[in-house]
């Protein structure tokens, strides 16, 4: 992670107005692609075994989400608002149920690969926009194996194994409304909505039956997926003892 550097006055960054601003060193180096998908493996996985470090907790919770069911008649997604509906309760039930877990919680990048991972000379040099990082179970990392052509191959070379499926259904599911909300309550990257949104709704199933073997429990396909009452916006309930 490129250290930014250090002010005048000694501080990592400095503010005008309400924004801050942080100046970094110049890195040499290519955005990931699919076929890095070893080097991307390895890179997260030693930032899985990195210990001691102070991060806030993740919650799962998913305030874009909420507000997109209230917008399922945005002429983005009007036509497949029952889908984004059903895709949002299958959400929640997920939630609820991983909520009610303990797993392990580690150094969670949450955005991992591709712009965010510099590759220079075969090894990667720097891991970005770490923004986003909480302790959290490693499946809200790992769910990237779906996103390339490689996906058994990475999470061998990552090391999955006892990875918990409700889990993986959950940070595959979210990121994917996640994308689809940010777009649509911006109304930005129209196309966008499809690729990052629906496309990836549709191969939620697939995905799932690709970490079968590297889980704990099986999923069963579309188990929680049903058309909710999409006049009567609901809310994740917290999870009992061990929840996330």
Not at 55 to 67: R, S, V, Y
């Amino acid at each position: 992670m490129p250290a930014p550097i250090r002010t005048l006055n000694g501080e990592f960054y400095t503010a005008s107005g309400p924004r801050p601003y942080a100046v970094f060193p110049f890195v040499r180096g290519r955005e990931a692609v699919d076929d890095d998908w070893r080097l991307t493996a390895e890179a997260l996985k030693s930032v899985h075994d990195l210990a001691g470090v102070d991060l806030p907790a993740t919650t799962m919770d998913e305030p874009e989400i909420w507000q997109l069911r209230e917008r399922l008649d945005h002429p983005w997604i009007r036509d497949r608002r029952r889908e984004v509906a059903a895709s949002i309760y299958r959400l929640e039930a997920t939630i609820e149920r991983a909520r009610a877990k303990v797993v392990r919680h580690v150094v969670c990048h949450r955005d991992f690969g591709g712009s965010n991972l510099l590759i220079d000379g075969g090894q990667v040099v720097a891991i970005l926009d770490w923004a986003q990082a909480v302790l959290g179970p490693r499946e809200h990392d790992v769910w990237m194996a779906a996103e390339g052509r490689h996906g058994s191959s990475f999470l061998a070379a990552y090391g999955a194994n006892d990875l918990d499926v409700d889990h993986i259904e959950y940070a595959l599911l979210a990121r994917a409304l996640r994308d689809m909300a940010g777009r649509v309550l911006q109304e930005v990257d129209r196309p966008g909505v499809d690729t990052w949104g629906f496309d990836r709704i549709a191969r939620l199933d697939r995905d799932l039956a690709m970490f079968g073997p590297y889980c704990t429990g099986r999923a069963t396909p579309g188990r929680s997926c049903r058309v909710a009452n999409v006049g009567s916006p609901r809310r994740p309930g917290r999870g009992g003892a061990g929840g996330v």
